[in-house]
């Protein structure tokens, strides 16, 4: 079986959203871009006990925004330990 032996997440950029639904039937978790997600989709996700990744967050506000919302991984190119 594909992924029975490492994590998997589907990868939505914006325009790609009807894949949501590709991911859940399949039961793999998303890495979704910034602009597409909401905290309904975040909850449905976690409904389905399924993750969610967050691309590419390079601002600590973005950064606090997104964790409120309550994901599960950020995706960064910048990094300040210290922020």
Known sequence: ML???IHLQHLIENGHLFLT???KFFKIDIDIED???TQELIDE???A???VNCW???SIENVRKFEKM???YITTNEFD???
């Open 81 to 83: 330990q210290d922020a």
């Open 56 to 58: 590419t967050i390079d």
């Open 3 to 5: 992924g029975s032996k």
């Open 45 to 47: 996700f976690h409904k």
């Open 21 to 23: 639904k590709w991911a």
């Open 70 to 72: 309550g994901v599960d």
């Open 35 to 37: 602009k597409c997600l």
């Open 49 to 51: 006990n399924l993750k």
